[in-house]
């Protein structure tokens, strides 16, 4: 039987991927739902390869748009995710929350409990709403799959093993365009400079943060939320090969390493076929790689984002959503040179420790509604003192 599928932001760098996975191995999957938010060009080519029956396009110009000019037959144009219910009527095999942004939080919750695994991309929806996606995959007993490239392999390394049997956990940084730079040069970085990644191919916010360090702050988040531990019990390793992920210390004494091409289709890949005995393309061990692994800690002073862990809470909190909201407006920005790098970096750290924000350390996320009410808030506080 062919294997009923959902892709929530299918035109991304995220989704692409999926889409190239799926579409090798077309007759064994029904594409059920693809999403965008704008894209259309690159939706209307994936809807033509995968023959795709729904679709949802968000921007609504963009929406309305399509749905006056499609001559494609027996397609389903949709706006909303409240629509969610007209499209899957049987629940899917898998779907891929691949939205960016805090927009993915609603539809990945949306669509759990219609989907009989959830592959999760989305870190601003496990970093701010891990409470409510947690209740939701137990309750409706939903399998779930992190597929951030570090998050994958702690699963992959502890999947027969218990959460209370970790001792520690490293994940590892690239460190980015910066790594070698001064820091007084990468203070006067340009967006594409700052863009350029050495070893990652991937969207423009996301390669930012990965320049800033800020991506690995998020991973430590995610890691504290999806495996239930303390941050105490969470480095971050720089490593710039990117060829091992994560490296987990069992009580048992034993450490298991993971390593894989630095391709974020691996982890695909293994989400879309887990357990299953497939075969996707990969380079051979290189030994000169191996030989040559280095491990370092990261400079503080360097990437003084990562400042931010120390004042994380190790609950469930309505922070993680202002640190989220914050760096992402400053992001956008940034993106648009309206500030510079050392300004997203001054300016975070000052907004994230205003008292009116530093009060949602002691508040837990109860719903959308909350969420996305704070993240507006945040980000207009930051217009008002960046523009
Ligand atoms: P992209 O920016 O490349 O793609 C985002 C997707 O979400 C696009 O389909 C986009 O549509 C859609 N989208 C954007 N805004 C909205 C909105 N407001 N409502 C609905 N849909 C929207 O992101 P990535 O693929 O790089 O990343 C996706 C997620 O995965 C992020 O949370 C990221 O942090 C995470 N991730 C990404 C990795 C990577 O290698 N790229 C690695 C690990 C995690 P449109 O094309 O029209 O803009
Ligand atoms: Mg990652």
Not at 163 to 179: H, V, W
Request: aromatic share 8%.
């Amino acid at each position: 039987m062919k294997k009923k599928i959902a892709i929530l932001g299918s035109t991304g760098s995220i989704g692409k991927s999926t889409i190239n996975i799926i579409e090798k191995d077309k007759n064994n999957f029904e594409v059920v739902l693809l999403t965008t938010h704008k894209n259309v060009n690159e939706l209307i080519k994936q809807i033509k390869k995968l023959d795709v029956k729904n679709v949802i396009i968000t921007d609504n110009k963009s929406f309305n748009n399509f749905k006056n000019k499609n001559k494609i037959k027996k397609l389903r144009i949709f706006n909303n995710y409240k629509d969610l219910d007209k499209i899957i009527k049987k629940k899917l095999d898998y779907s891929m929350s691949s939205i960016s942004g805090l927009a993915g939080l609603e539809p990945t919750l949306k669509i759990i409990n219609k989907t009989k695994t959830i592959a999760i991309a989305n870190k601003e929806s496990i970093i701010c709403g891990w409470d409510m996606i947690k209740k939701k995959l137990d309750k409706f007993k939903t399998t779930f799959i992190p597929v951030d490239s570090e998050h994958f392999s702690i699963w992959s390394l502890i999947k027969e093993d218990s959460y209370e049997s970790i001792d520690k956990i490293y994940i590892t940084a690239s460190g980015g365009p910066f790594l070698k730079w001064p820091i007084k040069k990468i203070m006067k970085a340009t967006p594409t400079k700052a863009l350029k990644h050495p070893n990652w191919s991937m969207g423009k916010k996301i390669s930012i943060d990965s320049a800033t360090m800020m991506n690995k702050v998020f991973e430590v988040i995610e890691t504290q939320k999806i495996f239930n531990l303390p941050k105490s019990k969470i480095k971050i390793l720089v490593h710039d090969k990117s060829y091992v992920h994560a490296i987990v210390k069992f009580k048992n004494g034993i450490t298991k390493i993971l390593a894989h091409d630095t391709n974020m289709k691996i982890p695909i890949f293994n989400s879309i076929y887990n357990n299953e005995n497939k075969t996707i393309q990969s380079k051979n061990l290189d030994i000169k790689i191996l030989n040559n692994l280095n491990f370092e800690n990261i400079d503080k002073k360097k990437f003084s984002l990562t400042k931010i862990l120390k004042i994380i809470p190790n609950r469930n909190t309505l922070f993680e959503t202002v640190i989220i909201s914050a760096n992402d407006e400053l992001v956008n920005l940034f993106l648009k040179k309206k500030i510079t790098y050392y300004e997203l970096h001054k300016k975070l750290l000052s907004i994230i420790n205003f008292k009116e924000f530093k009060a949602y350390k002691n508040k837990k996320p109860r719903n959308i509604a909350q969420i996305n009410q704070l993240n507006k808030l945040v980000r207009l506080k930051i217009r008002e003192l960046c523009i």
